[in-house]
């Protein structure tokens, strides 16, 4: 059961189609990630998510049937672009949003409390918006973004502004809503945060998904046959129809490390199986490409 | 509550509860009636010193008729050349009278370094005038002259009274209606302009606040502009309400404080308060004029012509990114206002006339200018005419600049030109 689907969204600007037959299907209880480079049209999808603008043709499926105007009620939208009212203080501003999410005044003050406690900030009740840092109105926003509770939960760039501490805050903060069957979706360019926390991505360049897919299945289907192996002992002796070295490091005083590629042909164990009959192995490991080079070639591919 | 709801009750508690509004608020008919009190004041204030003016009269016939008053000392010379000669005086001016002047009316001259003040003229010729024409009257020799002059002046006392269909009579003055024409064209003038740009400035605030992009996630823009636009006028109706009741405590407390103080004190500059039956009349006719009615009027043209710029500029707001760039925008609605004020200023000659009648009519002007006419009685027909399109159009420009403001309100980076503008309308 997908929780959220798009098929085959296109929207069309004056100048430019910002998203073509866009469709992106977000499993339950996940961390979805949505990449792409700047201008790719992610924003637009999450704009249309969140039904602030509409597509010109396709549809958005909500637990599967079509969305309808209450849905947003179930969503939660940190957007890139954060801004809070600036003269506002920072309780009441956090009551009036919670409240246009369809809280009512008590029960927003109530979750606030909670929220506020949690993060140590409820002496910050009273000031206004503009007398706190950066980070701290990052913080005020998370929380008017969660508030209301919503089962579906878009951020887009999180972890940018923050310092790493509160990085680490937010990311385990998106962890703990995880655990409690919220499904995510994640925009960001900061591919290292996807590797370790989206469970499924979909890649958007030029207003086309690109690829989509669960992580490790995306970068295992990505893997090159490259391994890092050391070998004591000089020269090494390999059968070139099997495998090739493509590289080679030396330090003094360490054993040399080799970038080898083996061919399809061989599976993994049988690689390993090969090298140790002739030869005296200390470590070998197998490249996965990270989610960042993936990223890198899949966008100068398309 | 309903979003809408929320949003108005946002905008306008966070607007009246500024400091800012409030302190105007009360501030604002403090500083009119200063202003204008204090200038009656300032003008009638006297110089302290008096001033010397020498009076070389060769004729010997009228330095007499010259009184000395607190202000000018008039001081007797020989001739006019033996106050050439002891010129060290500290002398304001001289007044040389060569001739007789019954004879010859021009033989006297007023000499001096500096400008003399009007003042000054006016009391020379005022003295020597009354002295004169009594003269002139005598030379005749006819007994009981005098008298019967003073008896032959007749002044008439013009009665303006305003006949309704029942036949009952009410007094009018034009002046008055005029006077009170003026002040709600000035305020609507004002109200309209002022919350007008409110609006823009807290749209463009919620633009580049970035905090446009959360709210949208939230509610409809719609919601969101029809909220701002509400709430605001909210706030100034409020601001008129406060006036209205300050300016009713004004007016008990103002008419007490005449009544009571010794019209010299207030400043014999004055006619209102140098005559208190004056006063009194100008009020009564006042209360002839129906408040009542204007004040609904108005409140209906108010909230209409206010609804028109406010959504024109929520769409401004919406379309700029920086307040730099509102100002390309703002001059077109800034002479259409405008023009609106001066044709409510001349519609106040001849509020009956071609312009004033087209001008209250047309949606764009027609709240300030139909703000002169209505002390001047106003057929009800025209009244509904020009509401009926007022409320038109506010409805049409409300659906057009919300098209504009949903689209505007997320674009950033370029500002857009007319024909991206006409393709929003489209979206």
């Known amino acids: 059961m997908y929780f959220l689907e798009t098929k085959n969204v296109v929207k069309q600007y004056a100048n430019h189609l910002a998203l073509d037959q866009v469709s992106i299907r977000v499993p339950e209880g996940k961390i979805f990630g949505l990449l792409g480079p700047n201008g790719a049209g992610k924003t637009t999808l999450i704009r249309i998510i969140n039904r602030i603008t509409a597509p010109d043709t396709g549809e958005v499926l909500f637990q599967g049937r079509p969305t309808v105007e209450n849905d947003i009620y179930n969503i939660g939208y940190l957007p890139e672009e954060r801004g809070l009212y600036k003269k506002m203080k920072v309780g009441e501003q956090s009551i009036y949003l919670a409240r246009l999410k369809g809280l009512s005044n008590d029960e927003a003050k109530k979750r606030l409390t909670v929220w506020f406690e949690k993060f140590d900030i409820m002496s910050w009740w009273n000031k206004k918006l503009e007398e706190l840092s950066k980070g701290m109105q990052q913080k005020v926003q998370f929380v008017t973004t969660v508030i209301h509770d919503p089962q579906l939960l878009i951020f887009d760039e999180p972890f940018s502004g923050f310092d790493p501490v509160n990085t680490e805050l937010l990311k385990n903060e998106i962890l703990e809503l995880k655990d409690k069957g919220k499904t995510i979706i994640f925009s960001t360019h900061n591919m290292a945060s996807v590797e370790e926390i989206c469970d499924e991505i979909a890649l958007i360049n030029h207003s086309k998904v690109v690829l989509s897919g669960n992580v490790d299945e995306i970068r295992s289907n990505h893997r090159t046959n490259t391994f890092k192996v050391q070998i004591a002992g000089d020269p090494v002796k390999i059968d070139p129809t099997k495998c090739k070295i493509i590289g080679e490091e030396r330090k003094p005083h360490t054993p040399v490390l080799l970038r080898m590629e083996k061919t399809n042909e061989i599976s993994n164990s049988e690689f390993l199986s090969y090298l140790l009959k002739d030869n005296e192995l200390l470590s070998f490991q197998e490249e996965i490409p990270s989610m960042n080079d993936i990223f890198i070639k899949t966008v100068n591919n398309s | ?427």
């Not at chain 2, 016939?61 to 008039?74: E, G, R």
């Not at chain 2, 992009?213 to 601001?239: A, H, R």
Request: charge should be neutral.
């Open chain 2, 1 to 427: 509550m309903s979003k809408l709801g929320i949003i108005i009750n946002r905008e306008y508690f966070t607007r009246v509860r500024k400091k800012s509004f409030i302190v105007m608020t009360f501030l604002t008919p403090v500083l009119f009636v200063a202003l204008i009190l204090g200038t009656f004041l300032l003008s009638s204030i006297k110089d302290g010193e008096s001033k010397t003016i020498v009076v070389a009269d060769e004729t010997n016939k009228y330095f007499d008729v010259l009184k000395s008053t607190d202000q000018y000392q008039f001081i007797k010379s020989k001739s006019f050349d033996d106050f050439r000669n002891n010129s060290d005086k500290q002398v304001y001016a001289t007044l040389v009278i060569s001739d007789d002047l019954l004879k010859n009316p021009s033989a006297i001259t007023l000499y001096s370094e500096k400008q003399v003040t009007n003042d000054l003229e006016r009391t020379i010729s005022n003295q020597l005038n009354e002295y004169l024409s009594d003269e002139k009257i005598a030379s005749y020799d006819i007994p009981g002259l005098k008298q019967i002059l003073n008896e032959s002046k007749v002044s008439i006392n013009l009665q303006t009274k305003r006949l309704s269909e029942d036949g009952t009579e009410t007094e009018a003055s034009a002046t008055v209606a005029s006077i009170v024409g003026m002040a709600f064209t000035l305020i609507i003038y004002m109200f309209i302009f002022i919350y007008g740009a409110m609006v823009m400035q807290g749209v463009l605030e919620e633009k580049t606040n970035r905090i446009v992009e959360v709210m949208v996630s939230s509610v409809k823009p719609f919601d969101l502009m029809m909220g701002k636009i509400i709430g605001i006028g909210l706030v100034g109706l409020t601001q008129f309400f406060l006036w209205v009741g300050l300016i009713a405590v004004f007016n008990f407390l103002g008419g007490a404080f005449f009544m009571a103080s010794n019209p010299d004190v207030i400043g014999t500059g004055t006619e209102i308060a140098a005559n208190p039956g004056m006063m009194q009349k100008a009020l009564q006719v006042l209360s002839t004029i129906n408040i009542a009615e204007i004040i609904l009027c108005f409140i209906i043209f108010f909230i209409g012509g206010y609804m028109i710029y406010a959504s024109i500029f929520a769409a401004i707001g919406a379309m700029v990114n920086s307040q730099e760039d509102t100002q390309q925008f703002m001059m077109p609605i800034s002479i259409l206002v405008l023009f609106a004020f001066y044709a409510g200023i001349y519609s106040v000659e001849n509020p009956d006339g071609p312009l004033a009648f087209w001008a209250s009519m047309i949606p764009l002007t027609s709240p300030i200018v139909m703000m002169t006419r209505i002390p001047f009685d106003v057929p009800l027909w025209e009244k509904l005419v020009s509401i009926v399109l007022l409320f038109g159009t506010v409805l049409l420009m409300v659906k057009l600049t919300a098209k504009i403001y949903r689209v505007g309100i997320l674009m950033y980076g370029k500002k857009p030109g007319m024909k991206e503008i006409i393709k929003w309308l489209k979206y």
